[in-house]
Each structure stands twice: as C-alpha cells, then as structure tokens.
C-alpha cells in the first residue's frame, strides 16, 4: 500500500526507521539519518522541514540505550525530549503532522493488568522520563505510538543477540520477572502505516500480541531454533550482573485498546511472526 502523503522520517539508520521506509516504499518519502539531520538542533530541524515540506514527519529518532541515557541525562533529555519539540515548532511551519513513537517505560509497571492507553505515567528512569516529555510535546492532532521490546532483522536487538549467542552455544540467564510483549519492526511500521492513513490522532499502543518474560522469549527463539534449552538460566532482575543502572518496569505488557476501538487489528502473535524472522536470521 502506498501513502498519499509525503512523508519524512527521522534516524534513517535505527531499525524501526528502516522497516518504516521499507513499508513506505513507493510513497513520497524522505529518509534522513542522524548525520544528515539532528532532531536536537532546532535550526537543522526547521531547515529539513522547510526544505521538504513533508505532510507528515515520523519521528523514530531517540537515544534508545536505556541504562546509558542514565550517564548522560542532558544528551537523553536533548534527543528524547527537545527533538520532539523542534519537530512540532517545524512541522507547525509546514503544515505537517508528526507521528511519535513512543515506549512501555512511561509507565511504572506496577500494574497488574495490561496498561491501556489513557493509563497513568509515571517513569522510573530517564529513558521514560525524557520519552515521556516527548509526548507531551505533541499537539492533540499529533499521533503517539507506543511500543515495546522491539526487534527486527536491522540493527542491533536481543532478538539478533540470543540468535548469536544460541548459535555458539554459550550459556545465557533472562529475567523471568519483567514481562512484555515482544514485537516486531515490521509488523509495527505496518500498523503505524495504516494509522497515517487513518489520519489518526491521539496515543496508540502498537505491539504484537503474546506475554512473556525475557526468559520465556529467548526460551520460545531457542526452542524455535531445535536447541537445548539448558543453556538458558532464568533470573531476577536483581540478579542480574552487572546490575543495570536503569529500573525498568516489571509488567510492560501494553493493551492495544485504542487500535481495536478503531477497528485496526494489532500485529499478530509474536509466534507466528517470530519463525519467519529466525529463518532470514538463521540462514
Ligand atoms: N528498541 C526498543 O526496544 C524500543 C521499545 C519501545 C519503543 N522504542 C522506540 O522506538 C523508536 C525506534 O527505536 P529503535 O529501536 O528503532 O531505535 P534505534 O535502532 O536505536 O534507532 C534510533 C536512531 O535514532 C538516531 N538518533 C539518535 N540521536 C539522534 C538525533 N539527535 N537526531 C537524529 N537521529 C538520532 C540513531 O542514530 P545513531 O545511532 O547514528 O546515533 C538511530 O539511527 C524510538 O523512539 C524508541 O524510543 C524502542
């Protein structure tokens, strides 16, 4: 399906943004990377936007090392939070719409049941927070797409990383105490395609569907891949060593509400995606 807007999206090189493109294939798209434009720099912002004049501007860019942006607060604070901004101020220059993808860790967790949309916030890390205020930099006709545990066959991602480390044989230990709903880049650039056409406003959680700890999921990749699972150890968070610097949600599992209410259907279970991807992966 091609698009009837022009689009341009933010961090080319990040593994959503390169699923994204590949969706948006045949569309009037701009791609720019981190090199060829810096959200932080609200200067380069208004210039791309001006130069473009996209009708909407997909915003995937982010410091996304959770545990790092913990060391480096100002840069988190400059890309998560500041770069949103300047993509509205350009996009309000240009007439464009902004689309945000956004995260499971502006909320804290604690629930015990999947967190819906219009659920209460409240991060525990600067990651969360500074994604959290990316959102609240957007305006009520902008669209906000919350996802989590995302992986795909781009960069880098615990998908690739258990992958590897199954293939050596080496010993691994997951948490078996933070659960979620693994999803996919492509399933997710999909859905995020038919939200834009959609001209959809408002916060949307966009993941696949199945709940698993990180345990669980390496468990179904290696079984899926004929291993033997006694290479995989479950873990508490608080075992994990070194201890990582950022909290992160014990229960991330993120209800698709608004999409149903719109009669979207969300990504498919994250089984039935998860064998094509091992195939390209294992090849
Ligand atoms: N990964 C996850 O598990 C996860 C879960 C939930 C939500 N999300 C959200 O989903 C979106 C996409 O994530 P992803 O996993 O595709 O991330 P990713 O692979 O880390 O890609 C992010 C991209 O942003 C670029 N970038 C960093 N700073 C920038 C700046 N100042 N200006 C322009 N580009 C910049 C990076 O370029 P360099 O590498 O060259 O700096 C990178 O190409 C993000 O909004 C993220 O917060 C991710």
Redesign the pocket.
């Known amino acids: 399906m091609t698009s009837e807007y022009k689009i341009l999206i933010?961090?080319?090189?990040?593994?959503?943004?390169i699923d994204l493109a590949q969706v948006f294939e045949g569309t009037d798209l701009v791609v720019l990377?981190?090199e060829a434009?810096?959200?932080?720099q609200s200067h380069q912002v208004e210039e791309a936007l001006q130069h473009y004049k996209p009708e909407v501007v997909i915003n995937?860019?982010?410091?996304?090392d959770v545990d790092g942006c913990e060391h480096n607060v100002e840069q988190a604070q400059l890309?998560n939070a500041q770069?949103p901004k300047n993509l509205v101020r350009g996009a309000q220059l240009v007439g464009a719409r902004v689309v945000q993808?956004?995260?499971?860790y502006v909320f804290d967790g604690a629930l015990d049941r999947p967190y819906v949309e219009c659920d209460q916030t409240n991060p525990q890390s600067i990651y969360g927070l500074t994604?959290l205020a990316g959102e609240q930099a957007m305006r009520n006709s902008d669209l906000i797409v919350r996802?989590?545990?995302?992986c795909g066959l781009h960069?880098s991602?615990i998908l690739k990383t258990i992958v590897q480390l199954a293939q050596t044989g080496k010993p691994m230990s997951f948490v078996d105490d933070q659960i979620g709903h693994p999803s996919f880049?492509h399933d997710v650039a999909t859905t995020i395609q038919q939200l834009v056409e959609l001209e959809a406003q408002g916060i949307f959680h966009v993941t696949n569907q199945g709940s698993v700890s990180w345990y669980q999921f390496a468990k179904t990749i290696l079984s899926l891949m004929g291993r033997p699972s006694d290479q995989l150890t479950a873990i508490t968070s608080e075992q994990l060593q070194p201890p990582r610097p950022a909290l992160r949600p014990a229960n991330s599992v993120l209800d698709n509400r608004a999409l149903r209410t719109l009669g979207l259907e969300s990504p498919p279970d994250f089984r039935i995606t998860l064998p094509k991807l091992l195939e390209v992966l294992c090849e």
């Open positions: 933010t961090g080319g090189n990040g593994q959503l943004s990377s981190h434009l810096d959200i932080s995937a860019a982010a410091l996304t890309v770069g993808i956004s995260t499971d994604k996802t989590s545990w995302l960069g991602n880049t």
